[in-house]
């Protein structure tokens, strides 16, 4: 089922998927949570940095996947999704380095490395909660318009407009952005037992409205959540203001 929930704002997203990750790390001994990376997801970063740093919440015995990567990029580089989630959640929470694992953006054999990234996940007993952004276009993870929805972990090629969306992260300069990345596919995503996606601003409306209202398709990757019998979309008014009577709040 597709919930949808009209936050105030960022902060108010960030609470309530605080609020999630919280229920799964008090229900489950070894939790094992999935990590997205790009802007939306900051403000829940921020919210379990909070909760760690007031002992409301601690993630040291927590387990953690990414969900995407960009190729060629050192997991040193700065610009790297490792590293955002290093420094964006390991940082700033207890959640130990050392049980984060992410794509390798340098892996000599690519479809080897894929391969064996879905083990990792299965071998941890799957995601519980899978934290999630849209692209412009209707992407989850990397997976670009046309991705199967029964696609598995491999790598992509970015789409024009996500290298373009993506530029504010290089310096400005699209040149700069990867044109290839690794990222975990539809199917991958759909296995975690719960989702929560967040979505700010006007040039996410579209790919909202589709989320809720389109039909499932490869045109609009995100569609595929409308399959899942546990995802949330958390989106502030602007984000939801293509949606028909969206009225709904948490
Ligand atoms: C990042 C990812 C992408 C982003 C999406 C939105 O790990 O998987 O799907 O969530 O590109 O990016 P932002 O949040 O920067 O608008």
Sequence with gaps: MLRVVVVDSPEHAGRLAGDAVAAVV???QRPVLGLATGSSPW???DELARRVDDSSLSLAQTRAFLLDEYLGLASEDPRSYRAEIE????GRTDLPIAAVRGLDGEAADVDAECRAYERSIRDAGGIEL???GVGTDGHIGFNETGSPLDSRTRPMELAARTRQDNARFF???VEQVPTHCLTQGIATILEARELVLLAFGQSKAEAIRQAVEGSVSERWPVTALQRHPNATLLVDRAAASLLEGADSTA
């Design 26 to 28: 008090g229900r489950v």
């Design 43 to 45: 403000p829940v970063y």
């Design 87 to 90: 420094r964006e959640v390991v």
């Design 130 to 132: 899978q934290v999630l």
């Design 171 to 173: 310096d400005g300069d």
